[in-house]
């Protein structure tokens, strides 16, 4: 089926990468690419467990569906996750697949604020 779509649209989806575990993660991830950004995604974090993406050395950014986050349980366990991050000394965003969804500008200016105060050194 992929050889079959146009040129441009098959870059198009070779660029979103295959680590994707869901399509919020694959639309950021084309999003951040085309913006320029150089991003590991799956990444594990001894102590915290894989993350979506990881920004330079310390920047942690997780996309977060409602329909796998939606119990007390989960809501608790990425907050652990979090808090065992930033001791380690990482910081994370987190968006819903909504956010990422609905292109909501505040995502990108999120994570352009955090470059540019150096969360990801």
């Known amino acids: 089926m992929l050889s079959e779509l146009p040129r441009a649209m098959r870059r198009a ?42 920004i330079g050395e310390r920047l942690i950014v997780e996309v977060d569906g409602y329909e796998f986050h939606s119990e007390r349980r989960d809501f608790e366990e990425d907050r ?24 909501d500008p505040i995502v990108k200016a999120s994570i352009l604020a955090a470059l540019a105060r150096g969360d990801h050194l």
């Open 13 to 54: 989806l070779a660029a979103a990468g295959n680590k994707s575990e869901s399509g919020g993660e694959s639309l950021l991830l084309f999003d951040l690419r085309q913006l320029g950004f150089v991003l590991r995604q799956q990444v594990e974090i001894v102590g915290v467990g894989r993350v979506d993406f990881i």
């Open 80 to 103: 652990r996750r979090d808090a065992v991050a930033s001791s380690l000394g990482y910081r994370t965003l987190r968006f819903s697949h909504l956010q990422v969804e609905r292109n």
